[in-house]
């Protein structure tokens, strides 16, 4: 669906197949509407199956914003008659949304990111595969063997489960199910050190800034740069702060100026930097300072959310400063002169 400034629809709309011909039947269908060599295309948001929709458009000259299903969601209940879903209704809701919004995420191509999103996404679910093989492992110990065991995240305790189970007086059916479910862990735990030593090398010369912060990792620099991208797709601080869910939402009623905890936001940045803020606790001088000031009166709690927020200043500075001196080619948009 094609709309004007002013949101109102424009010619026809298109249903294309989604093959090798999509980008040729998009760009001959939007030059039959108009000729307007200065386009946004706006995309519900869905890195996955609508890249390469977005790389083939920026390729061809145009520019592309990533709309977030929420923001789609509240235009379509707005501007539709009875807020109906249907791939035209979802469309011109995007649509609006890109209008309403204008400091959407642009679109680009940059494959030392994409990289390390797919990564940090196969790393995570590799920890939650491997979590959930512990707990079973764990809970089978416990009813055969009544044995709690340690960390099986770590080869030590794992070699000691390992001696126990072939130690153990039991059944060949069990024995070989608790081997099998060792061998299935152990092998967890070879991806992710493995993963981790890939993402450290790859993180290292793109964020020498953000891995002085203290409580930032390889890992979570990784998230960092493979949720945010361009980090100058926010022009300040308080933007980001925003975005993670680290800055609080202000709450009138009754005249009364209050704020309460933001619960919404990027929720993996939002754990990098609760996890951040839990390390400089213990270990950052100045941080325990800030939290020793606030506690009196805000609380543990709301202590370390202000540690929090301040982190995201930090993180902005930093990853601000580090982009700037990146070498590597990334695909922008380019505005027609």
């Known amino acids: ?30 030059r039959s509407i108009t000729d307007d060599t200065n386009l946004t295309w706006a995309i519900e948001d869905g890195h996955g199956f609508a890249r390469r929709l977005a790389d083939g458009l920026l390729l061809a000259g145009h520019e592309v914003v990533w709309v977030p299903t929420r923001l789609t969601a509240a235009h379509r209940k707005l501007h539709a008659a ?18 309403a919004s204008p400091a959407l995420n642009r679109h680009r191509i940059d494959e030392r990111v ?36 340690g960390d099986l995240a ?29 061998s299935e862990i152990a092998e967890l735990n070879r991806r992710i050190h493995d993963l981790d030593a890939t993402i450290k090398d790859l993180v290292g010369p793109l964020a020498p800034n953000l891995l002085d912060i203290v409580g ?44 309460r905890l ?4 990027n929720r993996r940045l939002n754990s990098v930097l609760y996890t951040a803020a839990i390390a400089q606790k213990r270990f950052h001088p ?31 500075r930093a990853m601000t400063a580090d982009q700037s001196t990146w070498q590597h080619h990334i695909t922008r948009y380019q505005p027609a002169a």
Request: proline share 3%; hydrophobic share 45%.
């Open 216 to 259: 930032i990792s390889h890992t979570s620099a990784a998230v960092l740069i493979a949720e945010i991208g361009d980090i100058t797709r926010f022009p300040n601080s308080a933007k980001l702060a925003r975005y993670t869910g680290c800055a609080p939402i202000p709450v009138y009623s009754s005249d009364n100026e209050r704020h």
């Open 154 to 182: 770590r080869n030590k305790p794992l070699a000691a489960v390992i001696a126990l189970v072939n130690a153990a007086r039991l059944g060949t059916h069990v024995h070989q199910v608790l081997t099998d479910m060792i």
């Open 262 to 265: 933001h619960r919404g936001g």
């Open 1 to 30: 669906m094609a709309v004007d400034a002013a949101g109102s629809r424009i010619g026809k709309s298109l249903t294309v197949k989604n093959d090798a011909s999509l980008i040729i039947a998009l760009l001959k269908w939007i």
């Open 114 to 149: 994409r990289e390390l999103r797919v990564l940090i996404d196969y790393r995570s679910d590799i920890i939650k595969r491997a979590t959930m093989a512990i707990n079973q492992l764990k809970s089978h110990l416990h009813v055969w063997l009544d044995h709690t065991p």
């Open 82 to 99: 009875t807020g109906s879903k249907s791939d035209l209704v979802d469309a011109t809701a995007a649509a609006h949304a890109a209008i």
């Open 286 to 316: 100045n941080a325990q300072a800030l939290l020793a000031r606030h506690e009196p009166t805000k609380g543990g709690r709301g202590a370390r959310r202000i540690l929090q927020r301040h982190l995201v200043d930090i993180v902005h």
